[in-house]
């Protein structure tokens, strides 16, 4: 059975509802099957970097380089 993973930052339930039931409508039907896994890890802003930044830096403009 195929596994789809997220990364991302966090989203609320209802969100992550939508989201797995999306991705599992989508994917059952380009796979032709009905069972598909979905994984969402979540990930803090503070936890993730982006071209040698963090992306709670980025997002507060808080960047060494003054972005």
């Known amino acids: 059975m195929p596994v789809i993973q997220v990364d991302g930052p966090p989203l609320d339930t209802d969100k992550k509802r939508a989201m ?15 069972h598909i896994v979905v994984l969402i890890r979540e990930n803090q802003p503070e936890n993730v970097g982006s071209n040698g930044e963090l992306i709670a830096d980025i997002h507060k403009g808080e960047t060494p380089s003054g972005g």
């Open 20 to 34: 797995v039931k999306e991705l599992t409508e989508v994917a059952s039907r380009i796979y032709g099957i009905p």
